[in-house]
Nanobody, 117 residues
Framework: QVQLVESGGGLVQPGGSLTLSCAFA????????MAWYRQAPGKERELVAS???????KYVDSLKGRFTISRAEGEKTIYLQMTVLKPEDTAVYYC???????????WGKGTLVTVST
């Protein structure tokens, strides 16, 4: 069983920065593709960025250059560095772990990011 715990959310002013963390509790972290999703009020959950087992990263085009995803194998943690934050980045940010070949996927409970003055 895998548990994911996000942290690092909070209130930040427009133009500010924030780094989110997702701690992976369980085994075989190195075999899981990891990703960050977000869900804004009244909208569907959307992919923000992903990082594969080999470290290959993908980003939503609109966020490239502002957000950076990374993973620390020894810590079993992934991060999302967010810069030049905008009010439209306000959302609950979720972490996802996926072992595609085995059909396993897990979600965290989310952490709220609010970008506002």
């Amino acid at each position: 069983q895998v548990q994911l715990v996000e942290s690092g959310g909070g209130l930040v002013q427009p133009g500010g920065s924030l780094t989110l963390s997702c701690a992976f509790a369980g085994n075989m972290f190195r075999f899981y593709d990891m990703a960050w999703y977000r869900q804004a009020p009244g909208k569907e959950r959307e992919l923000v960025a992903s990082i594969g087992v080999g470290g290959f990263t993908k980003y939503v085009d609109s966020l490239k250059g502002r957000f950076t995803i990374s993973r620390a194998e020894g810590e079993k943690t992934i991060y999302l560095q967010m810069t030049v934050l905008k009010p439209e980045d306000t959302a609950v940010y979720y972490c996802k772990a996926e072992w595609t070949s085995l059909g396993r996927n897990y979600w965290g409970k989310g952490t709220l990011v609010t970008v506002s003055t």
